[in-house]
């Protein structure tokens, strides 16, 4: 498409770098080169958008970009002209953002997440299959909201302890131990959910160049967040059973690996669980290397006939596991409430490191967590949950069984939130999503998590049921449109 003075502007949507930056990066090169000559105006960002086949919100965005390099300026009523500065350099002129964005030491997400969230936002009616989030019927909403009318708040609203509130922590032990697990109040510390745990370890307890051990695929691959921290990844791939403990021995032989990074119930993202007798071989390789194992169990609860195999944490002996668990899978992920069992000398440093990010968490949304973890109708809420999701599997099995027949390949595990599927056909992840986005349905490219291409995970716990059939049917019709453009 050719520009106002007659530039050609290419844009190429397969790219990992975002549309807007492209055409920046584009309006960019034509005012370097002359064709936008200092004082002229750019188009309006309504006609260039028609220009370009693009939402009006992409030409915002790409001009922001070069204001923020002082490249343009922007006056209500006058609309964007390139600066007459140059290059827009002026004692008054806007900081270059783009480029204090891009140098900082923690790394943005991965591009096909920051595409599947984007392309969420900007179309309402998109089928989500990739959040692992729960749908908002699945909330205990009537339950909470019955908690704050019977019980009315009365806490103080200073800061609370650093640990997170004490009468929480108290729940919270009574809680683990229905599930086997003895964690006094004093080894609890509150977070903000899992991946707040996460990255306080990272950052805490690890030190950059330090090995570790996850899973392959894992969840873990796609938080930047482990290399930000500067961490060695070490694979340790998982079969049907889990992964195998043999494994652990040979990447600490290898690699002097300083901590294990585990997912053992309904594993994200491939639903399987470690046998019991993998399970009592990796605490005793771990306890006989004295590696601790980080284990991360947001899904134990969701065991539809609430059979999960017991956590690492409750067949720990030894005091090496470091065990993580929110309310995000099986109440409510905007309750933002999870906690770490961990040994003293860990919650403290680890509290002592929150409270320098925030000085401790919200004490609403602790004392409402407490109060529900406490009532009497949580048990029937999971319950609930777990026939429901349930049901929802067996719902896309279905839908997956009708619209791919043979050409989608998968195994069903009782528990968890998802799918994990691999085609028969080879494709490309960027290709599919992007043709699922046109087709408004969207997934996590297996790549996310570390696997080859060709993997995909769908979860079946955020969209309501009746879209089901209609997201597996969209996702049929855009791996056959991926075909043919391979063809």
């Not at 807007?20 to 309006?27: D, F, P, R």
């Not at 729940?171 to 080894?187: D, V």
């Not at 955020?462 to 391979?486: D, F, H, T, V, W």
């Amino acid at each position: 498409m050719n520009g106002v003075y007659g530039m050609t502007w290419k844009l190429d949507r397969h790219l990992k770098t975002p549309v807007y930056l492209q055409i920046a990066e584009l309006l960019e090169r034509s005012i370097a080169s002359g064709e936008y000559p200092p004082g002229s105006p750019l188009p309006s960002e309504r006609r260039l958008a028609e220009q370009l086949g693009v939402n009006r919100s992409t030409i915002v965005q790409a001009y922001a970009e070069l204001r923020s390099s002082g490249l343009v300026e922007s006056k209500v009523g006058s609309g964007t002209t390139v600066s007459r500065n140059k290059w827009g350099v002026s004692p008054s002129h806007t900081p270059n953002w783009r480029q204090y964005a891009e140098g900082g030491s923690f790394l943005p997400n991965l591009p096909f997440m920051r595409r599947i969230r984007s392309s969420m936002l900007h179309h309402g009616q998109m089928i989500d299959m990739a959040s692992g989030e729960l749908a908002e019927p699945l909330f205990p909403s009537g339950l909470l909201q019955s908690i704050m009318q019977e019980q009315p708040f009365t806490e103080p609203l200073g800061y609370d302890h650093p640990q997170g509130n004490p009468q929480l922590r108290v729940e919270l032990s009574a809680f683990l131990r229905k599930q086997g697990i003895a964690a006094p109040e004093a080894s609890i510390l509150v977070t903000s959910g899992s991946q707040q745990s996460l990255y306080l370890i990272t950052q805490c307890l690890l030190a950059p160049g330090d090995a570790v051990a996850i899973e392959d695929p894992s969840y873990c691959y796609s938080l930047p967040m482990f290399q930000s921290a500067g961490l060695r990844i070490c694979r340790l791939p998982v079969h049907h059973d889990g992964i195998d403990p043999d494994d652990i021995a040979r990447l600490y032989r290898e690699h002097r690996i300083r901590m294990l990074f585990l997912n053992p119930n309904y594993q994200n993202p491939t639903g399987t669980s470690l046998s019991m007798e993998k399970r009592q071989r990796v605490l005793a390789i771990a306890a006989e290397l004295r590696i601790p194992i980080v284990e991360d169990d947001p899904f134990s609860l969701t065991s539809f006939r609430n059979q999960a195999l017991p956590s690492l944490k409750a067949l720990d002996q030894e005091d090496i596991v470091l065990y993580i668990g929110s309310l995000s899978k099986i109440a409510a992920s905007g309750l933002r409430i999870g906690w770490l069992v961990a040994p003293q000398t860990v919650v403290s440093r680890l509290a002592d490191a929150r409270q320098q990010m925030d000085f401790g968490l919200s004490i609403l949304p602790q004392w409402l967590a407490g109060r529900l973890l406490a009532s009497e109708g949580f048990p029937l809420h999971l319950l609930t949950l777990r026939k429901a999701l349930e049901a929802k599997q067996q719902r896309m099995i279905g839908a997956l069984e009708h619209y791919f027949s043979e050409n989608l390949a998968f195994t069903a595990h009782p528990g968890g939130f998802n799918l994990w599927c691999k085609s028969k056909e080879n494709i490309s992840d960027h290709r599919l999503l992007e043709e699922s986005i046109q087709r408004g349905v969207v997934f996590v490219p297996g790549s996310v998590y570390g696997s080859e291409e060709g993997f995909i995970r769908l979860s079946y716990a955020r969209p309501e049921p009746e879209q089901m059939e209609s997201g597996i049917e969209r996702l049929a019709a855009a791996l056959r449109a991926s075909l043919a453009l391979k063809s």
